[in-house]
């Protein structure tokens, strides 16, 4: 498919700035140009044109960090302190999901992430040959990353589930969808099988040449006040340095990592991040609502450390909204900085797609609009009273726009949403199977008493 979309204006993310009455050419699934719309329409002049004059358009957002499975228990249990909500709520719940429930909480996700203007999603969750989150994603028309969770109470199944994810979906269609290796956190996996994860990547990884074909891997790092505690507990190993140190000592942290929340740092663990190029990715709705603390997030980039932007699950945020994420982003470090200058508008949104592509080691690819990149964006309609009048495309799309304001999303060159509408699955059954999984399992927890 060829097509030229005329714009109000583009913001690019990339050298070319926002180009106010600007265009995007695609052919196939990637941007083959991008300019002011009044040269580029004599050029592309037999090219299908897509209306978006009243419509501001974006590189598609990246959620750096969820559990896209986790959905399905929206609304389940809040506001609890985080042993009683995961030990009595969380974790009972999940333990009777099977793996169509997670393929029908991964499809909800999708629907949702799609409809808001995420194009991207980075998920944990656990993999089955069957039905998984992959599926869901490559069904909608998403890209993703998708993972399996590694815990040390189950290794040998582990290695089985992590051998068939990457043989099956790493580079499926068209590299659309990857795999990466999620060691759950520091104090489910020990020090041994963190070394052997590593391995297994580093093995995996050993012939890759493009950033985008590597298998990363997806970590929770620093969450909570006592993960140290926690995991000197559990292993008697020296944490006294700080939780990313002893990784980082561990030798298992290098620049294909991404480490998900990274609230508690200590000078040493910042000083660790740094050095092994890893990838931070803050949640700060799920670590508001979870009361975790709030990450240091300006110091780490003051560093020059890859800070990316997540929604966490929609189990302990609520919400896979990324708009609300680049807001909180760059609201919540004014406020506890005192300092109106820290984390700006451009900051913020650079966090939810340029880092976020970044992060995923997937820069070659997305995170910008400019020519060579596949045709990822979003088109934002910007002719709302809330969205008037307009001086600063970028101050909007960080403090006016509405994650519903999205009118189109493009994935690969393709229309995932058009005018609103989702094209690529039927959202009405999504709905109702997802209230029909809610029920079944509660009927089967209820069934245990
Ligand atoms: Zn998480």
Same mark, same amino acid.
């Given at each position: 498919m060829e097509y030229i979309v005329k714009a109000k204006s583009i913001v690019t993310m990339s050298e070319l700035g926002v180009i106010r009455g600007g265009a995007v050419v695609v052919e196939g699934s990637e941007i083959i140009d991008v300019g002011k719309y009044s040269k580029l329409k004599t050029k592309y002049s037999r090219y299908e044109e897509i209306d978006a004059s009243n419509c501001v358009v974006i590189p598609g957002l990246i959620n750096a960090h969820t559990h896209m499975a986790m959905s399905l228990l929206r609304g389940y249990a809040d506001d609890l302190m985080?042993?009683?909500w995961l030990e009595k709520w969380i974790w009972p719940l999940e333990s009777k999901m099977?793996?169509?429930?997670?393929y029908i909480g991964a499809l909800l996700a999708s629907v949702e992430a799609a409809r808001m203007g995420t194009t991207t999603?980075?998920?944990?969750?656990?993999?089955?040959?069957?039905?998984n989150e992959a599926r869901a994603v490559l069904e909608v028309g998403l890209r993703g990353v998708i993972s399996h969770v590694c815990f040390s109470w189950r290794k040998d199944e582990d290695f089985k589930q992590l051998d068939h994810l990457i043989k099956h979906w790493h580079g499926k269609e068209n590299w659309r969808i990857r795999a990466a290796i999620s060691p759950h956190a520091p104090y489910t996996v020990d020090p041994d099988y963190m070394v052997e994860l590593r391995e297994y990547a580093d093995n995996v990884n050993k012939d890759v040449k493009e950033d985008y074909e590597r298998v990363i891997w997806h970590i929770h790092l620093a969450e909570t006040k006592n993960e140290v505690d926690l995991v000197k507990q559990k292993f008697n190993v020296n944490v006294e340095e700080g939780v990313v140190k002893y990784l980082y000592d561990l030798k298992v942290l290098k620049e294909d990592v991404v480490a998900a929340h990274c609230v508690w740092l200590t000078s040493k663990d910042?000083?660790?991040? =740094?050095?092994?190029? *890893?990838k931070v990715v803050h949640n700060p709705a799920s670590n508001l609502k979870l009361a975790s603390g709030i990450s240091p997030v300006p110091k780490l980039l003051s560093e020059g450390i890859t800070v990316a932007l997540g929604t966490d699950s929609a189990c302990s945020s609520n919400s896979l909204d990324m708009f609300e994420a680049v807001k909180l982003a760059a609201l919540l470090h004014k406020g506890t900085t005192l300092n109106p200058t820290v984390i700006p508008a451009e900051a913020a949104l650079k966090?939810?797609?340029?880092?976020g592509a970044r992060a995923l080691s997937w820069s070659s690819q997305i995170g910008m609009i400019k020519p060579g990149? =596949?045709?990822?964006? *979003?088109?934002i309609?910007?002719?709302?009273p809330h969205l008037k009048p307009l001086f600063n495309e970028v101050s909007h799309l960080v403090y006016a726009v509405k994650s519903l304001d999205v009118r189109d999303v493009v994935v690969d060159g393709k229309f995932v949403v058009e005018n609103g509408e989702l094209k690529t699955i039927d959202e009405e059954w999504v709905m109702k199977e997802a209230e029909k999984v809610k029920e079944s399992l509660l009927a089967r927890l209820h069934g245990d008493n």
């Open positions: 985080l042993h009683e099977n793996s169509r429930d997670i999603l980075n998920t944990m969750y656990h993999y089955s040959p069957d039905y910042i000083e660790a991040l =740094k050095k092994a190029n *890893v966090m939810a797609t340029v880092s990149m =596949k045709a990822d964006f *979003v088109i309609d910007f002719n709302k």
